[in-house]
């Protein structure tokens, strides 16, 4: 019995997925981006533009520092990370922008260094509640016939879905992206027309579908992978124990009836 849980064991710690040491840099690397980002943005926030720039400078150094051949980042996401890292350094060095937009920038860079640290669990998912409430705004509005208020709301919608947009980008697959950005370009261009035609307003209800459907989808694929494999890994030698254990019984049970036969 010993000697089986000894085999039992090797083969779970022979079967471990193993690391290279150059992707646990690239983690801890990330880890120290991301923190960065996060206080780049409560600097903002607090309205301490100087030193939210000089973190930002340091951002800049450690993420050229990276090695980009270890990780998994794609061009694409490299480009994504970039833009979105020059807009936050637009959002503490413009003299005439308001404290509004400089926080909406500051954000965006800290949702997209957050999706590429923790894609199993990353922070633009907190966004669902205000998505959707802006949706619904605009569903209101819309019913209201009001132009000019209708205007407004999808100019709230496009501000927020910009903050979001480029977490997006590095997280979810590109088709299910696109369906979105499609939908969004479309009522951000026919939004005047939509009061009055109500084949038109139908791509609102779409879009609300399409966005519901969207953070559904990422909750669900939100369990770490390797912790999955631990829980499978460790139930199936859970089960293949105990039916060791159980058919050991067995026997010993069938022995001990035929002693007594």
Known sequence: MRSFFIIL???????????????????EYWGKLNDTSDKVLQ????????????????FSKQFLSLDHK???????????VTKSYERAMESVTAVSMDRVERVRLATEFRLVVDALTSPHHPLWL????????????LKETM???DVQAFRHKINEFLRLYQMIRPALLVSVDGVEVQ?????????????????????MQKQ???????????????KEDSADPSLVWVMLTIGGMIIISLSYVGWKKYRAE????KVRD
């Open 204 to 218: 609102l209800y779409v879009m609300e579908k399409e966005f519901q459907d969207l953070y559904q989808q990422v």
């Open 9 to 27: 064991i090797s083969i779970f710690v022979l079967s471990m997925p193993s690391y290279s040491l150059a992707a646990d840099d690239n983690k």
């Open 179 to 199: 369906k979105i950005e499609s939908l969004v370009q479309f009522i951000d261009r026919y939004g005047n027309d939509m009061i009055h035609d109500p084949d």
């Open 43 to 58: 600097l903002v926030k607090q309205e301490k533009l100087e030193e939210a720039k000089q973190l930002l400078d340091y």
């Open 143 to 145: 019913q209201q016939k």
């Open 70 to 80: 270890q990780s998994s980042l794609s061009m694409s996401d490299l480009q994504i």
């Open 254 to 257: 069938k022995r001990r009836v």
């Open 126 to 137: 907190s966004s669902e509640q205000s998505v959707m409430k802006s949706i619904n705004e």
